[in-house]
């Protein structure tokens, strides 16, 4: 049976507005039936765009389950919507079973989707006529709200318009240079990724970037030429902890970011907490309506908080965030991902990620490292698009306190010179060049490259070869 036949089908099954019911229930019915095919909904539609409460309850359950890689089996499905309270709500087991006996596959998911989609569209759009008609002056009110709309419908399925040119056309179009946002790293319109073992200092990282572009300052080994706007999306910091973070940056900074140039987004601000999921429309429109003309640059910190949908290891899961990613490179704007690293010391999850990505950095360890150092780690480049030659050296970073001042301060120094330190004092602990390799997972002959340095002046006072 087709999709067209099946939407059919389940109209003349029920009475008034019954396509709009049928799209709804035949969504649900091919998750039930396939929940691989779940990110593909989840890209197209959210809970809001279901006229049916019963619809929207189970549309969220089977997202949730989804998430939590939990089958959805009519067993599942039913037991949880009794424990939510829920069951009766949607009227029954019998509803839940009834999505499976009229959905004959997943296979025309994309169809029902959109026409769910569509009929939510029509309502919103009806609700704000007869709002506009009821009350005349609340225009203005409505203007940013069809506004928001019609981003969400062209966003929706960014691949439907193409346009194509000659090379001779191309050639001639004159795009906008691309600025430095911190210099070398961000550039505008670049895609980036800062990952780390968690409790390391993905979000003193992160916070450091957002801030020197915000106020056009210095961070470690970088700069940003000027002030450009930020927008940072807070995934799980308490709201206190981040006000003291951004405390005591901007008391060690010369200067404050202008107005609205640093706008950040926490949970703890949100109702119940919740932060929007950009693996979803509803999440990705959230985010983009919080968004201003200065905005250059977004960091989203942190990946697994702020893209929900879908599973963390799947390619296909990442397929909505990359969307949206893509959109906002060509609006011009900069996005920038902090995330974490997994056991193997690589980026978790789905390593389709990093095939958009123009820059990806991981923070690691030193192999030396004592929890009474604090928050200190090398900063290694693992992709660098538009880098080159020192730009991409590995260095260390420590976040101190000024004796003097006793403001926050960082202090870096390059790797090759930490290696170099570390291995005249190990050498001087009588520690052979064979174990001070083993100690510090290096090459032996960088070993003896610093060690032979130290001999000539005169740093190593014992040892042996």
């Known amino acids: 049976m087709t999709a067209a036949g099946t939407v059919t089908k389940l109209a003349s099954c029920r009475g008034e507005d019954d396509d709009t019911q049928a799209a709804e229930m035949s969504v649900l019915g091919a998750m039930l039936l396939d929940q691989d095919c779940i990110p593909k909904v989840t890209a197209l539609i959210s809970e809001s765009d279901f006229h049916q409460e019963s619809n929207r309850l189970v549309f969220a359950l089977l997202v949730t389950l989804h998430r939590e ?49 569509k009929r939510a569209r029509e309502r919103k759009i009806g609700s704000m006529a007869h709002e506009l008609a009821m009350d005349p002056g609340s225009l203005q009110k409505i203007l940013p709200r069809l506004s928001e709309l019609r981003d969400e419908e062209q966003n929706s399925e960014p691949g439907r318009q193409l346009k194509v040119l000659s090379l001779q056309e191309l050639l001639q179009i004159s795009f906008p240079e691309r600025e430095n946002l911190l210099f070398p790293i961000i550039l505008t319109q670049s895609l980036s990724m800062i990952h780390a073992w968690r409790g390391l200092g993905k979000t003193h990282i992160g916070l450091g970037i957002a801030y020197a572009v915000a106020n056009g300052g210095t961070f470690l080994k970088w700069h940003s030429p000027r002030p450009r706007g930020v927008l940072y999306l807070d995934g799980e910091m308490p709201g206190r902890a981040l006000q003291e973070r951004l405390a005591a940056i901007n008391a060690a900074s010369d200067r404050e970011p202008l107005p609205d140039y640093f706008r950040i987004i926490t949970p703890d601000l949100q109702e119940a907490g919740t932060m929007p999921d950009l693996s979803t429309i509803e999440g990705q429109t959230a985010v983009n309506s919080m968004l201003t003309p200065e905005t250059a640059l977004i960091v989203v910190d942190n990946i697994s908080c702020l893209c929900r949908s879908g599973r963390e290891n799947e390619a296909e899961s990442w397929l909505p965030v990359q969307g949206w990613a893509l959109r906002q490179r060509a609006a011009g704007r900069a996005v920038l ?65 000024n004796a003097l001042t006793g403001l926050q301060e960082w202090i870096y120094k390059d790797v090759a010179q930490t290696s170099f330190e570390r291995v005249v004092t190990l050498a001087n602990e009588g520690m052979s060049q064979y174990e001070i390799a083993s100690e510090l997972q290096i090459n032996k002959s960088n070993v003896s490259r610093h060690w032979n340095k130290a001999v000539e002046q005169g740093l190593i006072t014992k040892g042996k070869k």
């Open 337 to 401: 991902f902090i995330h974490h690293s997994g056991k193997n010391g690589e980026q978790r999850g789905a390593s389709k990620r990093e095939d958009m990505l123009d820059t990806v950095i991981k923070l690691k360890r030193p192999v030396d490292y004592e929890p009474s150092k604090g928050a200190v780690f090398e900063v290694i480049f693992e992709k660098a698009r538009h880098l080159k030659g020192e730009d991409t050296a590995s260095f260390e970073a420590q976040l101190t306190t």
């Open 69 to 117: 890689n939990i089958p959805a089996d009519l067993v599942t499905v039913c037991h949880r919507l009794k424990e939510e309270g829920n069951l009766e709500r949607i009227g029954g087991g019998a509803y839940v079973a009834e999505l499976v006996d009229f959905t004959p596959s997943s296979a025309n998911v994309a169809y029902y989707a959109r026409i769910v989609r």
